[in-house]
């Protein structure tokens, strides 16, 4: 990932309903949701979601595809990897140890 590439996802995830919005793809991953669902959950209009998750597609955090007559959308977790290991890559600085409680954090169950 470029710095640009990096700052592009970090501008689009510095707004909370992009931020909620992208975790709640997470959460959802591999199936996704639907438009509709993001929206309802939002409590925003359509139209405004729209511009948010807009956001969220030209950082390349957000996926979009047709199934049947509904839009799912689905997060990105390549770019979500190559976005926190741009983040982390020179943590440890060669010292193995100050990078262990990171990795132990983001370790899933």
Not at 76 to 83: S, T, V
């Amino acid at each position: 990932m470029t710095t640009d590439e990096a700052l592009t996802a970090l501008a689009a995830l510095a707004h909370p309903t992009r931020l909620d919005a992208f975790r709640l793809l997470v959460k959802h991953e591999p199936e996704g949701l639907s438009t509709g669902q993001l929206v309802e959950a939002s409590g925003l209009s359509q139209s405004t979601f729209s511009t948010h998750l807009a956001v969220l597609v030209k950082a390349a955090l957000v996926m979009s595809a047709k199934q049947g007559r509904q839009q799912i959308q689905r997060a990105n977790i390549d770019a979500l990897r190559g976005l926190m290991l741009f983040l982390a890559k020179d943590c440890c600085q060669g010292r193995a140890e100050l990078c262990e409680p990171l990795l132990a954090e983001l370790t899933c169950c």
